[in-house]
């Protein structure tokens, strides 16, 4: 990103804990997530189930309300507006979600599933919420005509394509987009990721692309944070993400993408992480990653790591990072290549 | 494969009834699966694959039937088999994995009664003698502190404990055929990584055959040594790894491969395959891909090709997949 470009979106320090009920520690969801969001890029965030980014997209677009931290959009605060300024955050900042069975309301049609925020938000309404409707329907690859259909007459690529519809409708700035594709079978989910990179494109979207699948991931974002219970620990531009990844449970998480290529995976080395991960109500002390870092030394069971810029724009929260040999090439040969689950 | 195949599927067909109208969801699939052998059964939603490994175990309920075909295990028919003779395969020389560890094990039993229970049908060992092996099985299966875990309930374990668990089960008769549907789809990467360790070691020990159900072409390329792809109810191609991976004889298998994201391609446009799967009840004349092929002509809208052998292990249905690669039509 350029240097003197100013973020869309700012995340400082936010923390997201849910009560579990009396004499029971707090579920830490979200423990301490700070990033910048540049405008007409795509963030992707990457973590396996329970590292809290669902949660830290819903802070974003406020369906939560943060326990701590700041969020800022165009720099205004998102977590303390109120009133008109909310209704204008709200038509600023869209999401799409996962299932676009469960996000369309099976009794409403096309047109007025696609319609109502226009409806809502007094944008528009009779013949001009028509027009629009099918401008939207006709942009995400559908027809003006499916507007008097129902969902379940669409399949799940199709509804999805609704969905986006729907996120659009309101000229939004920022689109959170929540696992939007893995739901839907290998060849419809291509469909929907160039859908998204078109819109981006045409309409001049910011992206948070939110998705356990790495390869996936890649295929959009320009930069990617890496999420392990609640905490990012590590953002970097997506190449160097995947070229030179500095933080031990990044290149786990690379090494354990199935690729699908069978001598590529016959020659490269896999890092099988040992044991389950921890509850995120007790998180582990220092770095949280330490009980299944195959490269954890004493220093990592007690002092938690700060989240330091290591080269330009290349963001690690390890202790060993940029210590050459033993954060870098030493990962693969320290581990073996199947470590039992202890 | 030169000796006679641990499972021969031929030509089987399933229909289920669906408003008293017979749908055909698999239409003459025919594969083989070798002893020791490791065989991906590939395809997208609806395209057959899940019913094709349930009818082997003969899971299919009204309003389903097997209509048509035999499955050979060993050289004997299982859809000549009454329930009482299946039940005794099942479980013992054939187990199966599914997708959802949580839905396939009971909430209120624990594990150690769970593994118990399938050591007194099928091994006939009882009180002690079962959960001793209950446990050593659970150390198989690389469960940490097993001694405890045996006595703990799904809800207690993570979801990779819990698919270690059916692994657990499913192993506990020494199978000659695990069948495994879907078996990390529901699992994170590291943990799916984990799982297919696990799958590996332990085929490698005990000389299983194992037939993978899966959509996920990176999976496939870790562990088969054989790939059947289906579409839409049928077979479209088989072949060995390296034949479906680096020569893909069907455009549907082609195109499968090239939607795929791939990691260190960088951000950019994806080739999808264009449309949708069919629905079963409407399915496309000719050949089923027809309508998402970009090479479709005339013939192809009106005749359904059959598959033909490209070499000895690679069999291809598509009128343009000649003998040699590109060479047109036959």
Known sequence: MDGNLQPILQVRDVKKHFPAGRRRPPVKAVDGVSFDVYPGETMGLVGESGCGKSTLARLIVRLLAPSAGTIRFAGQDVTRARGARLRQLRRDMQMVFQDPYSSLNPRLTVRDIVGEPLLVHGLARGRELERQVGELLEAVGLRAGHARRFPHEFSGGQRQRIVIARALALRPRLVVCDEPVSALDVSVQAQILNLLQDLQQRFGLTYIFIAHDLAVVQNVSDRIGVMYLGRLVELAPAQALFESPLHPYTRALISAVPVPDPEAAARRERIVLRGELPSPARPPAGCRFHTRCPLAVDRCRTEVPTWREVEPGHWVACHLAGEGEAAGKGVSAAVPVAATAR | ?330
């Open chain 2, 1 to 330: 494969m030169l000796l006679e195949p641990l499972l021969d599927v031929r030509d089987l067909q399933v229909q289920f009834t669906r408003h008293g109208q017979a749908v055909t969801v698999v239409d003459g699939v025919s594969f083989q699966v070798g002893a020791g052998e490791t065989v991906a059964l590939v395809g997208e939603s609806g395209c057959g694959k899940s019913v094709t490994a349930r009818s082997i175990l003969g899971l299919i309920r009204p309003p389903g039937r097997v209509a048509r075909g035999q499955i050979l295990f060993a050289g004997q028919d299982l859809l000549s088999l009454g329930e009482a003779e299946m039940r005794r395969i099942r479980g013992n020389a054939i187990a199966m994995v599914f997708q959802e560890p949580m839905t396939s094990l009971n909430p209120v039993y624990t594990v150690g009664q769970q593994i118990a229970e399938a050591l007194r049908l099928h091994r006939g060992l009882t009180g002690r003698r079962a959960l001793a092996e209950a446990v050593e099985l659970l150390r198989k299966v690389q469960i940490a502190d097993p001694e405890r875990r045996v006595h703990e309930y799904p809800h207690q374990l993570s979801g990779g404990m819990r698919q270690r668990v059916m692994i657990a089960m499913a192993l506990a008769c020494r199978p000659r055929l695990l069948i495994a549907d879907e078996p990390t789809t529901a699992l994170d990467v590291t943990v799916q990584a984990q799982i297919l360790e696990l799958l590996r070691q332990l085929q490698a020990e005990f000389g299983m055959a194992v037939l993978m159900i899966t959509h996920d072409l990176g999976v496939v390329a870790e562990v088969a040594q054989r790939v059947v792809v289906m579409y839409a109810g049928k077979v479209v191609e088989e072949g060995t790894v390296a034949e479906i991976f680096r020569q893909p004889g069907h455009p549907y298998t082609a195109g499968l491969l090239q939607s795929v994201p791939r990691l260190g391609q960088g951000k950019g446009r994806l080739r999808p395959i264009p449309g949708t799967v069919p629905d079963p009840a409407a399915m496309p004349g000719g050949c089923r891909f027809h309508p998402r092929c970009p090479l479709a002509d005339e013939r192809c809208r009106r005749e359904a090709p059959t598959l033909e052998p490209r070499s000895e292990t690679h069999r291809v249905a598509c009128w343009w997949a000649g003998p040699a690669a590109g060479s047109g039509v036959a």
